[in-house]
């Protein structure tokens, strides 16, 4: 069974731009969660998708959005980039409460 | 906000030795989770235990809950190299959102 992917592995992006980040679930999986993991400031909870929606998220800027597609594969959209965007993107899927996550987008912001 | 704290921060020990490391959290939780992340990459779930369970096995692994402490350990048995990487728990509970809220992480490393 296929685990969770993503795309791209590394990204090399400047201040000010904008970045969409692709991750794919474990098949059956419905939810998908983001993080962040910035050095020195440990793994954030960034948002949460269910269905389709969004079901939660973290204390993030709106410049940081997503959306969920049908077939629950999601994209993670991070506007107006700044030098502290720069960090691990990880995204998990889950069916219940165990949550699998995906090899993560190293973002580098100069 | 870091929800836990796992103690210790880093450790080093041999090759066969067992490798203890402890998790701290603050509020009360459906459930808690390993993860182990080998070189800042994806992270690899190890153990689920829910909060009415006191103790787990996987394999060499061992997880144990103590809720009216707030705390947890994962004990891994006859240690390899392989299994050098940092290690976090992460709490999570449905009130939440079902997101997980992790501890800062134990980095261990195992010499051969």
């Known amino acids: 069974e296929a685990g969770v992917t993503q795309s791209p592995t590394h990204l090399i992006k400047t201040r000010g731009q904008q970045v969409t980040l692709r991750c794919s679930p474990i098949?059956?999986?419905?939810?998908v969660y983001w993080y962040q993991q910035a050095l020195g400031l440990g793994l954030q909870f960034l948002l949460w998708?269910?269905?389709?929606?969004?079901?939660n998220r973290g204390n993030f800027p709106p410049r940081f959005s997503g959306r969920q597609f049908p077939n629950y594969s999601s994209e993670l959209n991070v506007n107006a980039l700044e030098l502290e965007d720069s960090a691990l993107y990880l995204c998990?899927?889950?069916?219940?409460?165990?949550?699998?996550f995906g090899p993560g987008t190293r973002l580098t912001v100069l | 906000s870091q929800q836990g704290e796992e103690d210790p921060q880093a450790l080093s020990i041999q090759e066969g030795e067992n490798a203890t490391m402890n998790c701290s959290y603050k509020?009360?939780?459906?459930?808690l989770q390993w993860y182990r992340q080998n070189s800042g990459r994806g992270l690899v779930h190890l153990i689920l235990?829910?909060?009415?369970?006191r103790e787990k096995h996987s394999g060499r692994l061992r997880v144990t809950l103590d809720t009216s402490k707030k705390s947890s350990s994962l004990l891994i048995t006859a240690s390899r190299a392989a299994d050098t990487a940092s290690y976090f728990c992460?709490?999570?509970?449905?009130?939440?959102?079902?997101?997980?809220?992790f501890g800062a992480g134990t980095i261990l490393r195992v010499k051969s």
């Open positions: 992460a709490t999570g509970d449905r009130e939440y959102g079902n997101k997980l809220v």
């Open positions: 098949s059956g999986h419905t939810s």
């Open positions: 509020t009360s939780i459906n459930n």
């Open positions: 235990i829910r909060s009415n369970e």
């Open positions: 998708y269910d269905e389709g929606e969004e079901r």
């Open positions: 998990a899927s889950s069916l219940y409460n165990e949550q699998f």
